[in-house]
């Protein structure tokens, strides 16, 4: 094709989109709402994603053990805990370790534990304990049962019978936190990913029906060009330009409405009005780092969607 053909085309389908303006507004301002909810979705759902990993940061299991367990089999213990496939970090606190945490949680009143401190000082009633931190939070469940199954072992009573004996006395874990976490991770991402491909799918149908329109209004020219010999490429040429266009224009417009919302949002959450949303405001996906990704991103997906409905419609009701 010639370039002066190509330009006659591009130039052509431009003209249709002005000539069907009232469709090609209402193509625009459907893409461009679907556009701004999807966004919404999409932002919404990496946000929380990234607070939720934060959380799951914080979630931690805490293993109390026994004081009458000798140091070989907490050595051991350490071992195997920290050689778990789910295991990030284990952690021993020993119980004048314990001690200085209660001192410093205590404050000013820190000298109430003064007679509990020291090394292998018997009167101190804290226990110690292996902090554990896991990798995946939705295995935390299963992590904590076979870390408690590790901890069994066969001791003996006061009369030296065997007996079977637990290196923990007690179990500290947030598999509840746990749960509601993994749960809300998953509805964000369903939500997220029924809403991209229910409104992918209305804005197809909407500028589908626009390039209907055109090619029903311009039927006879179409047949005309088909009798004088005119491909399928030079006829079908405008119209994909008319529906990239619109997809084009859509994204602009709904890429500048989400990144300047975002931009107000955050800038809400970072007044001193809204301290105590600053955790969630921390994990946040800096204003910077969305511009590119956004506009790109919706100018790429308006182009893609206006040419699949212009393909679609061309397919269906146009017959060259």
Known sequence: MKWSSFRYLVKQGWHNMIFNRLMSLASVGVLTACLVIT???VLLSENVGRYVDYLETLNEIVFFIDDAVPKEKIDEMNTKISQHENVSQCVFIPKS????EMREQLGEYSSIMDEYAGEGNESNPLPASFRVSVKDVAKLSETVN???????????????NPVEQNVFYKISSPS?????????RRIVSY????????????????????????????????????????TNAFIRLPFFVEGMTVGAISGLLASGLVVGIYYGIEQALLSPEAMWLNEFTRCMVPFTQVIQPITIGFVLFGVVIGGIGCTMSIRKHLKV
């Open 39 to 41: 966004g919404a979705a």
């Open 176 to 184: 509840e936190l746990s749960d509601t976490l993994v749960s809300l």
């Open 191 to 230: 939500i997220g990913s029924g809403l991209v491909l229910v409104l992918g799918i209305v804005s197809i149908v909407v500028i589908g029906n626009t390039i209907r329109l055109t090619v029903f209004a311009r039927r006879k020219d179409i047949n005309i060009m088909k009798f004088v010999g005119a």
């Open 97 to 100: 370790a314990a001690v200085e």
């Open 146 to 160: 076979t870390v408690n199954q590790m901890g069994l072992y066969t001791g003996t009573d006061e009369a030296g």
